[in-house]
Each structure stands twice: as structure tokens, then as C-alpha cells.
């Protein structure tokens, strides 16, 4: 059943009815005049009673009363012709032709005139009410009433003044309270440029465009379009988004308003929205006078999300932009993308938000820059009967930065708004030496090119604040050893704190330092010989927080796609742990590979239920949510002749098992290299990944000679050196003979 449409106003056959304030606004009007006049008579003749005194008036004014005759009269006929369609018909039919004089007349025209005619009304009858209590005529009545406005300023004054006071004292708290966490840097102010900028070239020619519109409009506007007036800069934190923001506003030369991100987070219901509607005050001044204003929103997501706010909704992590790289996601980490998967879709996503009304008020605000301003403009002129100017175009640039752009609220970034959003991701590797370059060019250093190109190849992940971070760890570190100048040793001194952070101040007793550094070696002579995706980027068995050792590694290029060899080899890396505590410790193996086993059994399950790299083709994730069960899982109905097929647990473990033996074969055909490691492990305890690469060749290296582990001697003493580590290990005593020197 479909709803009639409303009516149209031609196809009415009675009149429209008029709301109840229309009814009685002149017969109000005219009575309240009446008895203005009654309550003067009064006062002039005290002795005059109320029944009189309505006499005299109506005696002597019967005009008024004749204008209330009149009003009575007129809505009577609304009334008709709103209920008896033949009474509406016959007015209609033979006195329309008022109404097509009336329309020869524009729409604004009338409403002049009929606002000139209700203003003449009003001061006509103030003219006859001024006139009763200053016993004059009403034309020179009207004269007497700026000299008894005059007279009456002391008292309006001193009841002003009673209001004020009390109000300041509530409007005071929240004028102050609305002024904090914006920061205004003029033309002047702001030196940061385009040049500053260092790895994110993509993004900055893609932000030169909408700087163009911002100074140009007319390139855009003449044609039709309309200048973008906001850009979201999303990714990691360090990445440059805020000195991005900032070169916009050096580049144009225009002021750059700074928002705290807490600036909106109050303890008083709408501060927040008053701190909205006072900064685009702000903006809206400066984008005329300095022909245009960038204003920057850091940390966006604190602004909340309505959606979230009301409802309580937590965000569906299958179906965050991350999980996909055709949506900018690969720039993370594999341990970022693993928080972001777990931790982000309860973390962040409840409630916060930076106030009720807040984010409301600044969509209101990002939509309403082409309202009327001003309150002559929209009150005055409009009680004068006069059209509103518009608004000049506001050249208001809004840039907003965050960690977490599903955080936003998707009104914020509906086109109109936010029109452009960009990832700024981490730099590549041109991108990186780039800015290497940047900063080392402001110390003083020995570095050469192919170690420029190293730092950036070693630092896969780094960002602007990091590399800038780590160029001033290492200027501390030679300046600590006496130096100005940083070389390459300081360079590695320094990423090794920024990464491990400062080793515990503990020692290993002996057998234990041999054991840790076993495990180590094993880790890192697999990575050597098996991962050729990825480069050994530090070996170290000093204690940190939370391991005994590490062996890390790096990938030489960027790369955003794994394959099944591949994965494959981390798991042999991973393996090689317990594969190598249990062939050098006769069978034994410490909980110490329980973190290894766990990588190694998590990639295994992706391969074989995820991935498509094992043994079924059919995803275990879309089965499990579709209630399909595990595939392999179970048994058809005729196995009779048929291998059944096995679970995917006992896919996983055999796989497991079959790449375990592989990693047992190689550790057997490398194990002296893997003494010689562990040696070299326990006499540096940290080790680069050139020097790891250095011992395992038998060649010199940057910090390490290698060469001395290629000899026969040294090797055999090595080997005497560890097995009386077992003998230790087996009798909890401390080795026999001590960690042999090598020369």
C-alpha cells in the first residue's frame, strides 16, 4: 500500500490553515494596546475605576476598537475558507484577482512590503500609546520617546551592569576554558618547506596539487569545479605527516593553526563545541585577511566516532582496511599488522571521542563555511527587510592527521569535507637514504655512500623520527667517545641500543652462555644458509627484558608479497633451535624454543589452512565461519580402498615434523660453523649481520675477523671447548677448560 504524496497547493480546495500564533498575533496586539491606554488614563485619575477608564478609552478611541472589529472579521473568512470548500470556491472564483496583482510582485518584493506595513502598524500604535501617556499627539509623542530613553540609561545601566555580573562569572570560566590547545603560527613563523620533507616525494606531489587550487581557485572554479578543502594524512606515527602540514603552510605562505589533540577533551558539557565554534571564527579571519589559512588536526581519532560513542560498537577486524593491501596496509610490519588484527578492534574503538556535541559541531562547522556571517548581516538586514550577503569564499585548507583513520567518523570523511586522503607510509628505500642523507648532512660524519646505502638497507621499517633518532644516538655516541665525527661503528653501537635497548647487567655462567649460544647459532647459521628473502641483521645473546638472546634479520629489498619457500625457510629458522639444542646436548632441549615452536606452528597453520601452500585447497577460515568444519576433518562415507584423509592438526604436525628433520640434516653437514658462531658469539655477545656472515665464510669482517674460524686448530679446540660445556650441562658443574682464545 503506497502513501499519498502531499497535496499541492493549487489542487487544494480550501485554504490552508493558519497555525494558532497567526490567529491571535493582532487581536493580542490591539488588546494589549487597549489596556496600555486604560492602565494611563488610571494614572493620570486616581479616582478613575477600571470600568471606567475601559469607557473612556472606547469612547475615545473607537478606531482601535474598529481595528480589532476588522481582525476579527478577516480571520472569521480564514476560518470559512478553511473549512467550506464552496466558501473558498466563490472567493476564489470572483476576488483572485487580488492575488494575481499580488504575484506580479517577486516572492523577496512582498516580503519587504509586508514587513515595511507590519513596522508602520507597530509604530503607529506606539505613536498613539506614547501619545495617552505624555498627553501630546502621537507624531510629537514620538519625539518625547528618545528623551525618556535617556532619562531611564541610569537605571537600565545599573540593572545591566547586575546581569553582567552574574553572568561573567559562569561566562568568564568557559571563555577560558575554550581558548587552550590552539596554536597560531603566522607566515613568519614558519620556516619548514617542501625540501624539508625527505622520503614521501608521492605524497608531496600529490599535496602540491590542492596548494595549487589554495592559491589559484579561479584555475578550478572558472571551469565549474570546486576547491578540495580538507586531506587526511593516515599511517604510522614518524612518518612526516605533521611536518607535512607544516611545509603546506611554509610552501603557501599562509598562517598554520596547530590543534592540540586534547584541545576538545573537557570536563564541562560544550566547552568543546565552543572551542569548534571559536576556532572557525579564527579561521574564517585569517582566511580573509592573508588570503587564506591551513589549519591541522593531529591525532583526528581523538575526535571520536559517533557511530562508536552511541552505540558501543567494536570495529570487525575482518573487515578493517589492513587486512587488505589493495587499501594501503602492506606499509606495516608484520608484528604491527599482528597488533593491529588483535589488539586494535577493542583497543581504541570504545567510547572516547573528544566530547558530546564536539565532533557534531565541527561537521557543522566544515559544511556551514558558505552560511551568512555576522549579525548585522543575518539579523539587522533581514529586520530591515534587507537580503543577506553571502559569504566570501573562505580559503580554509583543513589537514588532519592520525594513526588510526577507521577510528574516523564516516561523516567527517564524505567528500565536501575530507575530499583527499593520502598514506603516508614508510619511506622505501630511495626514500630512506634520502633522508639519511638529510640529516647527516646537518653533522659531521665519515660515512660513505655504500654505507648510507647500508643504514637504509638495515632499517627496513625506519621513518623520519626514527632516522632523525638515530643519526642523534649516534653523534652521542662518538661524542662520548671523544669524537665529533660519526663513523660507521657508531652507527651500529646505535641501532643496536634503539632496537635491543640496554642490556641487563647480568653474566651467564658458563655453560649456560655456551647453551644460549648454541641456540643462537643455530638460529642464525639456518638463517645463513636457507633464508635468502631475508639478511641477518644482528646476532646477540646479551640478556634483554623479556629474551636471553636474539637473532634478527632484515629484508634487503622491499618486498610486499610471500612466497611458500619462503615461509618455508622461517620455519627451518625457527626449528633450527630445538633441532640444535637436541643434536648438540645428546637429545636434550631447553624452554627456550617454546616461542620458536610457537612461530613456527602459527606460519604452518596459515600455510595450510590460509595460505593455499599445503596439502587442501579449501580455506579453514571461511569454513570455520560458514560452520563447515575443519577441511580434512572428517571421513566420507565409503573409506573402504581410500587413504583417509588426515585432520588438519595432523597435516600441521606432520609438516612440522618433516621440516624438523630437514633442519637436523643441515645443522649436522654445518656443525662446526655452528661452534664457530657460538664461539664468536660468546666472546663479542653481539655481532652485525656482516661480521655473523664474516665468521660463517672465514673472511674479515667490519667489526670481526672471520678468518681465524677456517683454521683446523682453532676449530678442533672449539669442539674440546664443547663438549666439556655437555659434560657441565649434564653434571650442573662448571666446563673444565676454559673458552679457548683464537688467533
Known sequence: MSTPSRIRDEERRTRIHLTFYDRIKFLGLFTLVFFILVWAQMADNPLLNFKDGVSQIYNSKKWLAGLFVVEVVRQLHFALAELLAPYHGIWQRYFSFVDRVTHKISDWNRYR?????????????????????????????????????????????????????????????????????????????????????????????????????????????????????????????????????????????????????????????????????????????????????????????????????????????????????????????????????NQFVAGTAMGGGAGMGTLQALLTELSGLKKPRGFFNRIVRRALGMRPKNPPKYRILVVMATNLPEALDEALLRPGRIDRMYRVGYPSKAGRIRTYEGYLAKVSHNLSNEEIDKIATITPYATGASIKDLINESLITAIREGRTSIIWSDIIKAKQLKELGPAEDVEYIDRERHAVAVHEACHAVMAHLVRQHMNIDLATIEKGSDYLGMVASIPPDDQFTRWRTEYEADILVALASLAGERMFFDGDNSSGVSGDLESATTIASFMEGHWGMGSTVSSHASNRRNEVGAPGAGKGKDDSGKEIRVALADRIENNLSSLLNRAEVILRENKNKVLALAHALEVNKTMTGDDVKAVLNFEAGPLIDGRPYGNEENIAAIVRYHEAAVIAHKEHKKPEISLPAIK
Open 113 to 341: 512590503l509586508s514587513r515595511t506595513i507590519k513596522a508602520l502598524l507597530f509604530v503607529a500604535l506606539l505613536a498613539v500609546v506614547l501619545g495617552a501617556i505624555y498627553k501630546e499627539t502621537p507624531v510629537r509623542a514620538l519625539f518625547y520617546a528618545p528623551k525618556a530613553l535617556w532619562s531611564a540609561l541610569p537605571l537600565l545601566g545599573q540593572l545591566l551592569f547586575a546581569v553582567f555580573f552574574v553572568l561573567i562569572q559562569f561566562v568568564a570560566i568557559f571563555w577560558f576554558l575554550s581558548r587552550g590547545g590552539i596554536d597560531t603560527y603566522f607566515p613568519d613563523d614558519i620556516r619548514t618547506r617542501f625540501t624539508d620533507v625527505w622520503g614521501q616525494d608521492h605524497v608531496l606531489n600529490r599535496i602540491r596539487e590542492n596548494l595549487l587550487f589554495l592559491e589559484s581557485p579561479e584555475k578550478i572554479e572558472e571551469h565549474g569545479g570546486y576547491v578540495p578543502g580538507g586531506i587526511l594524512l593516515w599511517g604510522p606515527p614518524g612518518t612526516g605527516k605533521t611536518l607535512m602540514a607544516e611545509a603546506m603552510a611554509g610552501e603557501t605562505g599562509k598562517p598554520f593553526v596547530f590543534v592540540d589533540p586534547g584541545a576538545f577533551n573537557n570536563m564541562f558539557f560544550g566547552v568543546g563545541v565552543l572551542k569548534v565554534k571559536s576556532l572557525f571564527r579564527k579561521l574564517r579571519k585569517l582566511a580573509l585577511r592573508y588570503g587564506g589559512v591551513v589549519v591541522f588536526f593531529d591525532e583526528a581519532d581523538s575526535l571520536g566516532n559517533r557511530g562508536i560513542a552511541t552505540t558501543g560498537k567494536a570495529y570487525n577486524k575482518d573487515t578493517t582496511v589492513f587486512d587488505s593491501p589493495c587499501h594501503g596496509g602492506t606499509y606495516f610490519s608484520d608484528n604491527s599488522k599482528s597488533l593491529i588484527r
